[in-house]
C-alpha cells in the first residue's frame, strides 16, 4: 500500500459498495480475505481505499459503483484532510473550466509533471479572477507543486466527473458532502432562505447590482443574487473563504463581473472601508460577547448608537448600513430577542424615527439554524437627504401561512414557495410594487399599506412603536387570524364542530353486554409470519423521489409528511399498499394504522414496522384492531431500557375463520372512524375557544 494513500470508513464501503453497513460489517466476519484496518479507532476503523476497491473489484462488488461516490472518497480521505482537498479540487476545475484546452494539454503528462504545470496554470487563473495575491487579503491563494502532488489522481477524478455534471454542479456535490459531513462546524443558510432574502433586496428596480456579504459563510447568499455585475465578500474563517471564494467563481461561469472575497474579522477589520453597495445580505452570527465593543467605542459606523456587549447583531446592522449606497436596502437574518431586548431598544428607536428600518418578518421555526427558534428578517433602507414621510414599519409573521396542509415543521421541511409568496405579498404593495412583482410604475413606499392581511401582516406607524420598550416583535403588534376575521371565521369553525360532533355521535359505540372474558386459541404474528399468512417489513431505508410516512403521521392520523433522501446507499424503499396495516416501534402505545388508496405508495418511515396481511387468510381491521389491545401491547414491548420498544413478532391475536373476522373488523373499522371525528372535534373546539377568547379580548365579538 502506498504511504499516505487515502482511507475509506465503513460508511464510506458501504457507499462505494451500494449497500448497507450490515453488509459491510459481515463481509468482515465472513470473508478472512478482507482489507485489514489501517487507521482509525476499534469502533470505528479505518482502511486503505486501494485495498478496499480491489477486494470489491474482485468480489464483483464495484461493477456499477457512481464516479462521484469514488471522487468524494479520495478527497474525505485525503492525506492532508477532506477541507486543502476540496480547495485543489475547486482550483483545478475553475481552470477547467475557463479554459478548457489548458486543461486538457495539463492532464495529458504525468502526476508528476501535472502537479508543476499546474501550479503555474493555477495563478494565472486565480490572479485573472482574484486579482493580485500580495497586498489584498485575497482569500484564494495559489497552490505550489508540494501542496498539488498527493491531490493529482483526485483532480483526474474530479475533472472526469465535471465531465458529465459540469465543473459547477460537480464542486456543489463535493462541497455539499464536506457540510453535511460536519454540521457542527459550518453555519448554514439554507436556498430557500437565501433566495427570499434576494427578492427582498429587490428595491423595484430590479435586482441589485453590487451586492456585500460581510459574513458570507458558504456564499448562499451572494449566489442567490440574479445577474450582478459586483459581489463583496468577507469571511474570518481562511478556509471558508477560499471555498466560498471559488464556488462563486464556478457559479459566475466566465469573469463577467467583479469578485472580491477577503479574509479576516468584519467588524474590528473592515476589507473594504470604502464601498457602497446596492444591496448588503447577511446572516451574521449571533450571541457574540467579543465582537470588538471594547475597541470600537469610537467608530464611525454606529450612526444610530453605540453597540452594547450583548447586542453584536445591531452592530451588524449598522455595518451594513453604512455600506449602504442612498437608498440601498439591506436584508439581514436576526436573532428573535434583538427585537425586544432592553439593552438595543434606543437603537431600535433611532433605526425607526430615521426610516432606516422597513420590516421586521417573523420567520416560522425550521427556517435556519438554530432550527429551534423563529428568526427574524430585518429588510432596512440607507436614507438620503430628502425630507422623508411619517415613517412607518412593516411587521410580517409568517408563522401560519408557511405550514403546509400535512401539518409538518422543522428543519428542511417548510413550505418555501407558501412562505415566499406570504412574505412579498405583504412587501411589495408596502415597498410600491405590484404583488405580482415590480410595478411598470410603482407607487411610494406604504403606499397601499391600508390592505393588512389578518395575522399575517400590518403596517404600523412608528410613533406606536416609540415607548418605553420599543418591542418590534411582529407577534405582539398582530391579532391571530381568526380574531381579526371576527364572527365571520368563528361561525364557520363552529358550523364545522357541529357536524363533527353530529358525526362522532353518530357514531357512538352502543351499549355494551358484559360478559365473560372469550378463551378462543391464539397465535402471534410471528407465527403468522412463518405460515405465510402475512408479511413483515421495517422501514427507514431507501432514497430517491417519493413522500415517506412517518412515526408522527401514524400518530396523528395524518397524511404522509417525509421525502427520502436524494443521495445515499442504493435501497429500494419500502412501499406502503392497501391494507397494509403500520404499527410504531417505539413508545409502547396502542396505535395501528390500515393503509388507505390515499395513503398507499408512500415510503415507510423509521421506527415503524409493516404487518401486509394474505387478504385470503386475515382481515386488516381485524389484525389492526386487535393490535391496538393493551394487553397485547404490553406481553409484546420491551421494557428493557428507558424507552419502550414493542416486538411485533410477539404480537397475538386469535385465530378466528375469515367471516367471523371481518365482522370484528367492521366494528373496529367504526371504531376508528370515531376516533378520527373525536380527533377532529378537539381539534376545531380549540380553535373556536381560542378565537373566542381572542375576539371577546379584542373587542371584535361582542358578550352578546
Not at 485573472?128 to 495559489?142: K, M, N, Q, W
Not at 352502543?510 to 422501514?539: F, H, K, N, Y
Request: negative net charge; hydrophobic residues 40%.
Amino acid at each position: 500500500m502506498p504511504e499516505n494513500a487515502t482511507e475509506v470508513t465503513a460508511a464510506g464501503i458501504a457507499r462505494l459498495a451500494g449497500v448497507g453497513r450490515a453488509a459491510v460489517s459481515n463481509w468482515r466476519r465472513r470473508h478472512t480475505d478482507f482489507p485489514k484496518p489501517v487507521g482509525g479507532t476499534e469502533t470505528s476503523p479505518s482502511f486503505a481505499l486501494p485495498e478496499i476497491e480491489q477486494w470489491l473489484r474482485d468480489q464483483g462488488k464495484l461493477a456499477e459503483v457512481p464516479l462521484r461516490e469514488r471522487v468524494w472518497q479520495q478527497l474525505s480521505g485525503h492525506p492532508a484532510g477532506a477541507v486543502p482537498a476540496l480547495f485543489h479540487v475547486g482550483c483545478a476545475l475553475l481552470l477547467a473550466q475557463e479554459r478548457p484546452t489548458a486543461w486538457r494539454e495539463i492532464t495529458a503528462v504525468s502526476d508528476a509533471r501535472m502537479a508543476g504545470v499546474l501550479s503555474l496554470a493555477l495563478n494565472e487563473v486565480l490572479t485573472a479572477r482574484f486579482g493580485p495575491a500580495s497586498g489584498t487579503g485575497r482569500a484564494v491563494h495559489s497552490p505550489d507543486r508540494s501542496e498539488l502532488l498527493p491531490s493529482v489522481p483526485l483532480l483526474r477524478g474530479a475533472a472526469e466527473l465535471a465531465a458529465g455534471s459540469g465543473a459547477r454542479d460537480a464542486f456543489e456535490f463535493l462541497l455539499g458532502r464536506q457540510l453535511d459531513a460536519n454540521p457542527r462546524q459550518y453555519t448554514l443558510t439554507p436556498p430557500g432562505l437565501a433566495d427570499l432574502m434576494a427578492a427582498l433586496a429587490d428595491t423595484g428596480g430590479g435586482p441589485p447590482r453590487t451586492v456585500l456579504d460581510p459574513a458570507a459563510g458558504t456564499g448562499t447568499l451572494l449566489g442567490a443574487v440574479p445577474r450582478p455585475t459586483a459581489l463583496y465578500a468577507q469571511e474570518s474563517d481562511p478556509d471558508l473563504a477560499a471555498l466560498t471564494a471559488l464556488r462563486l467563481a464556478l457559479h459566475a461561469g466566465p469573469a463577467e463581473r467583479t469578485l472580491a472575497v477577503r479574509t479576516g474579522d468584519t467588524l474590528r477589520t473592515d476589507a473594504f472601508p470604502g464601498l457602497t453597495a446596492d444591496a448588503v445580505l447577511c446572516h451574521p452570527p449571533f450571541n457574540e460577547r467579543n465582537w470588538g465593543h471594547d475597541e470600537l467605542a469610537y467608530d464611525p459606523r454606529w450612526e444610530y448608537g453605540f453597540p452594547a456587549r450583548t447586542e453584536s447583531e445591531l452592530a451588524w446592522v449598522q455595518h451594513a448600513l453604512a455600506h449602504l449606497r442612498e437608498g440601498g436596502t439591506a436584508v439581514l437574518l436576526m436573532p428573535p430577542a434583538a427585537a425586544s431586548r432592553r439593552s438595543g431598544r434606543r437603537i431600535r428607536a433611532d433605526l425607526l424615527r430615521r426610516g432606516a428600518l422597513r420590516a421586521v418578518i417573523a420567520l416560522p421555526a425550521g427556517a435556519a439554524p438554530p432550527y429551534g427558534i423563529p428568526l427574524h428578517l430585518w429588510v432596512l433602507r440607507k436614507p438620503d437627504a430628502g425630507p422623508h414621510p411619517s415613517p412607518e414599519l412593516l411587521l410580517v409573521d409568517t408563522a401560519e401561512p408557511a405550514e403546509p396542509a400535512s401539518d409538518r415543521s422543522g428543519r428542511d421541511r417548510l413550505d418555501w414557495p407558501a412562505l415566499h409568496t406570504a412574505v412579498l405579498d405583504a412587501w411589495r404593495p408596502f415597498n410600491g410594487e405590484a404583488e405580482t412583482g415590480p410595478a411598470s410604475a410603482p407607487s411610494p413606499p406604504g403606499a397601499e399599506s391600508s390592505r393588512p392581511r389578518p395575522g399575517v401582516s400590518r403596517t404600523v406607524p412608528v410613533i406606536e412603536l416609540l415607548d418605553d420598550d420599543v418591542d418590534l416583535a411582529p407577534a405582539r403588534h398582530l391579532p391571530s387570524a381568526a380574531a381579526a376575521d371576527g364572527p365571520a371565521e368563528l361561525t364557520d369553525v363552529r358550523d364545522r364542530l357541529t357536524r363533527s360532533l353530529r358525526l362522532a355521535d353518530s357514531l357512538t359505540p352502543p351499549p355494551v353486554e358484559i360478559s365473560d372474558p372469550a378463551r378462543w386459541p391464539l397465535t402471534t404474528i410471528g407465527e403468522l409470519a412463518r405460515a405465510g399468512a402475512l408479511q413483515l417489513r421495517t422501514g427507514g431505508t431507501g432514497t430517491g423521489p417519493g413522500s415517506v410516512l412517518t412515526e408522527h403521521d401514524v400518530l396523528g392520523s395524518t397524511a404522509p409528511s417525509g421525502n427520502l433522501p436524494a443521495d445515499g446507499p442504493h435501497e429500494d424503499p419500502v412501499l406502503v399498499e392497501p391494507g397494509d396495516v403500520v404499527v410504531p416501534v417505539l413508545g409502547g402505545g396502542s396505535v395501528a394504522r390500515v393503509i388507505d388508496d390515499a395513503t398507499a405508495g408512500a415510503a415507510l418511515g423509521r421506527n415503524l414496522q409493516l404487518l401486509r396481511p394474505d387478504p385470503a387468510a386475515l382481515d386488516p381491521w381485524f389484525l389492526a384492531g386487535f393490535l391496538r389491545g393493551t394487553a397485547t401491547n404490553r406481553r409484546a414491548s420491551s421494557y428493557a431500557s428507558t424507552a419502550t420498544r414493542l416486538d411485533a413478532r410477539r404480537l397475538q391475536l386469535p385465530r378466528l375463520p375469515l367471516a367471523e373476522q371481518q365482522r370484528y373488523g367492521e366494528r373496529f373499522r367504526t371504531l376508528a372512524a370515531f376516533e378520527d371525528a373525536l380527533r377532529l372535534a378537539g381539534q376545531l373546539g380549540g380553535r373556536l375557544v381560542q378565537g373566542m377568547y381572542d375576539g371577546l379580548t379584542d373587542g371584535t365579538v361582542t358578550p352578546e
